[in-house]
């Protein structure tokens, strides 16, 4: 049931106080706007009951695919697939990037239901949330409250109720219930869940407060767990000694110029090994969302900047280390910008060259890529290395 609810993020999260940043970033300090469902335009409010209408459907396979429910989720599906987040931003910001990823799982969701293809449209829909909090994760530092009490009205387990309180952009509600939680005992079982939401909290905490104590804090329950396994400890540690190196630098987003933002972005690269190395680097998680959130800083304020195509392939590379499931498509349109933007030029050559090596590391064989990736892939290196003119955008 939360994952559909947490669709209604488009809604509570939607801002309607004036301009904001022309790119995605973190903003220098959180504020909170008031913002209720009465507020909102009418598509926002739409796209609202669509999420609620299906939410009873989306964890049961079978009451996905009830005719007694067709007529219902389709039209649900409809309507989040017509959504264009009021918020969204111009070409090649992150924020856009993720919104656009919405549209086009909420329309491939619609498709595969109108056709019979009803797991998939399950999952996909399911999907849809973790591309909420990874916007909202990327748009300027603002918190929204909840006057309905919409999130405590889902009576959701606390765990996921920090979840939705994250997806509808109330970060310090979120963090508060964290924090809270993740320090109790818990049965084995619910292991899976509570490192998920852990890093979850983590992402939170470093993208939405930029705070290397809060991350520790996070981290310091967890590490004295005996029953989590030896390599999730020893991985855990890890994150935490870079936490506590991370508060010594006195490295504050907030006060550093773009310039600096992505030198010390590409140093955290560096040290997390993710510039030389294709597979993914979670032992040095920390390091990567800090790289991520400083590259989309020094891109909001200066989007334009002689930096822009390094950044562009750095923001590709931290994506592929991180190896973020629900983030994946983002890494591949990094790289294609970087391509297009800077064709026949070295910086070209390289984002080509690990796009196509990030590629075939994913499927592990070229007989199992799809020809159309094959030849996309194909057609970017022409252009990296000026054998063919660099065209408009296609989609992969």
């Known amino acids: 049931m939360l994952t559909a609810l947490c669709l209604t993020a488009v809604v509570l999260a939607a801002p309607d106080a004036g301009p904001v940043a022309p790119d995605a970033g973190v903003a220098p300090a959180p504020t909170k706007t008031q913002l209720s469902v009465s507020q909102q335009p009418a598509v926002m409010a739409e796209a609202l009951d669509a999420a609620l209408t299906i939410a009873p459907w989306l964890p049961s396979p ?14 649900s599906l409809e309507v989040l697939s017509r959504l264009r987040h009021p918020f969204m931003r111009g070409p090649g910001a992150s924020s856009t990037g993720v919104a656009e990823l919405f549209t086009q799982q909420a329309t491939t969701a619609r498709l595969d239901f109108a056709s ?3 797991e998939a449209a399950r999952r996909r829909a399911q999907g849809l949330t973790q591309l909420c909090i990874a916007c909202h994760l990327r748009e300027p530092r603002r918190d ?9 009205g889902l009576h959701l387990p606390p765990l996921q109720q920090a979840h939705f309180y994250a997806v509808t952009r109330q970060f310090d509600r979120a963090l508060e219930v964290w924090k809270a ?4 005992p818990r049965p084995e079982t619910d292991v899976f869940e509570e490192l998920e939401s852990l890093r979850l909290a983590i992402r939170v905490a470093v993208r939405a407060r930029d705070d290397a104590k809060l991350v520790q804090q996070l981290l310091a329950p967890q590490v004295k767990r005996t029953e989590l396994p030896g390599f999730t400890r020893r991985e855990l540690k890890l994150w935490q000694v870079d936490a506590a190196a991370w508060e010594k630098e006195s490295f504050a987003l907030a006060t550093q110029k773009p310039e600096a933002l992505v030198a010390r972005a590409k140093q955290l690269a560096e040290a997390s090994g993710a510039l030389t190395n294709i597979t993914p680097a979670s032992e040095h998680f920390i390091k990567l969302l800090r790289a991520a959130s400083y590259l989309d800083e020094a891109m ?3 989007p334009q900047a002689a930096y822009r195509g390094e950044a562009l392939y750095l923001l590709g590379v931290v994506h592929g280390a ?4 629900s983030l994946w498509q983002l890494e591949w349109a990094y790289f294609e910008n970087c391509v297009r933007e800077n064709p026949a030029t070295t910086l070209a050559v390289t984002c080509a060259e690990r796009l196509k090596d990030r590629t075939w590391f994913n499927w592990r064989s070229g007989s199992d890529m799809p020809a159309a990736t094959q030849v996309a892939l194909n057609e970017l290196m022409a252009i990296a290395r000026g054998a063919a003119k660099a065209p408009e955008k296609k989609t992969k």
């Open 62 to 75: 079978g009451a996905f695919r009830d005719p007694a429910n067709q007529k219902a989720i389709g039209s």
């Open 116 to 118: 019979g293809g009803t």
């Open 144 to 152: 929204f409250l909840d006057p309905e009490k919409r999130v405590e």
């Open 181 to 184: 939680e993740l320090a109790k």
């Open 300 to 302: 909001r304020q200066e």
């Open 322 to 325: 991180v190896a973020d499931l």
